[in-house]
């Protein structure tokens, strides 16, 4: 997967209406069925190296940076962008809804390797869209 290199803050979703966004791997799927979303707005409306394909991680695929957050952040601090945060009360959204409740939202703290879930029309979390990485041959 590639990462964006910019990051915001926002909301899940104006609403607690379930929409299906439930899959645990894939986040393209998810972000396609997120409705009234500052969180898909902002990932969807990124146009970063010329693509427009961006979405929100599954959690997941959060899970996968998570693993790999060390070799991440010293590449993105090479480029001089915005690491991703390692600080113990910065949580990242997800894409996923919460398949027992769907008026929540799953999010993941890099710092602690932790995963919440919390109401996605309440807390403001950052966002980190990602894109999948294709080769043309």
Same mark, same amino acid.
């Given at each position: 997967?590639?990462?964006?290199? @910019?990051?915001?803050?926002?909301?899940?979703?104006?609403?607690? %209406?379930? @929409? !299906?966004?439930?899959?645990?791997?894939? !986040?393209?799927?998810?972000?396609?069925?997120?409705?009234?979303?500052?969180?898909?707005?902002?990932?969807? !409306?990124?146009?970063? !190296?010329?693509?427009?394909?961006?979405?929100?991680?599954?959690?997941?695929?959060?899970?996968?940076?998570?693993?790999?957050?060390?070799?991440?952040? %010293?590449?993105?601090?090479?480029?001089? @962008?915005?690491?991703?945060?390692?600080?113990?009360?910065?949580?990242?959204?997800?894409?996923?809804?919460?398949? @027992?409740?769907?008026?929540?939202?799953?999010?993941?703290?890099?710092?602690?390797?932790?995963?919440?879930?919390?109401?996605?029309?309440?807390?403001?979390?950052?966002?980190?869209?990602?894109?999948?990485?294709?080769?043309?041959?």
């Amino acid at each position: 997967m590639v990462i964006a290199k @910019v990051e915001t803050t926002a909301i899940w979703s104006n609403t607690l %209406t379930e @929409v !299906g966004a439930d899959s645990y791997t894939d !986040g393209q799927y998810n972000t396609n069925r997120m409705i009234d979303s500052p969180a898909k707005d902002y990932v969807t !409306g990124l146009r970063e !190296g010329g693509y427009d394909d961006w979405y929100l991680p599954s959690v997941m695929e959060l899970r996968l940076l998570q693993q790999n957050i060390i070799s991440i952040n %010293t590449i993105l601090e090479i480029c001089g @962008v915005t690491i991703i945060s390692m600080n113990d009360d910065i949580h990242y959204w997800s894409s996923t809804e919460n398949k @027992v409740n769907p008026h929540i939202s799953e999010a993941i703290r890099f710092h602690l390797f932790d995963r919440i879930s919390q109401e996605k029309n309440i807390y403001a979390k950052k966002l980190r869209a990602i894109r999948k990485f294709e080769i043309d041959l």
